[in-house]
């Protein structure tokens, strides 16, 4: 009788808590976005406290200029910080906030490879990508555990906690984004990029930067969950001429980013 009751439960808890995402894929959501964002300021905060920030002013105001640009087009007010890491990698919460390594603002080579990966995880945090992974793996129960457990992220909840948000690799512990949301992620972040102005096709380059890049000594934490480069690269060829479109209605509005490292 019990099991029959939690099935039913699980099958009511399935039907109303189904979403559509940005690209138009079926959804299985159930976290409120509250707690959610909850989390993300709270793993933000703990990442501000622990990680060095960088106080460079060109690098900061190069960052800023770039991010900005991007999240004047889905509004709100994010907050950019500069992280002093070597790591490739960039990151952005639910809650409107974005973290960026040093180690990728020395790889990029302008504006628009930079745009490149801001829009990406700003693509995740739209498309509720951190809520959806939560709703699957862990159960309301669970999720609601999660949103205190990330208060203390040395502890296994809170390694599991932060990095279902996608920034769990400094605490030994990281649960990638699937390759599906990686993929919406992707698509999701060249059209946010080409919004604001930047050049779409400078996402050929940079992935192929990061590939290169990834070969080496250095980690490359950014793409250790990713699909392959040649996939990707293929995937992204084949979305340009979208993207070029938006690009060129945006500089025609006037909207031509002038970010420079």
Known sequence: MKLRLVGALWVILTLTACATSPMGRNQLIFMPDSEVDAMGLQAFSNLKNEKPINQDPKENQFVTCVANA???EVGGNWEVVVFEDNTLNAFALPGQKIGVHTGLVELVDNQDQLAVVIGHEIGHVLARH???RMSQKMGTQMGIALVQAV???ATPMGQTAVSLLGVGAQYGIIMPFSRLHESEADMMGIELMA?????PAESITLWQKMA???QGAQPV????THPSHETRIDDLRAHLP???ALMQQARAAGKQ???VK
């Open 70 to 72: 991007i999240t004047r």
């Open 130 to 132: 951190s809520n959806e």
């Open 151 to 153: 208060a203390a992220p």
């Open 195 to 199: 919004k604001a102005g930047f050049n």
């Open 212 to 214: 290169q890049a990834s």
């Open 221 to 224: 934490e950014f793409l250790s």
């Open 242 to 244: 979208k993207a070029n």
């Open 257 to 259: 980013p002038k970010c």
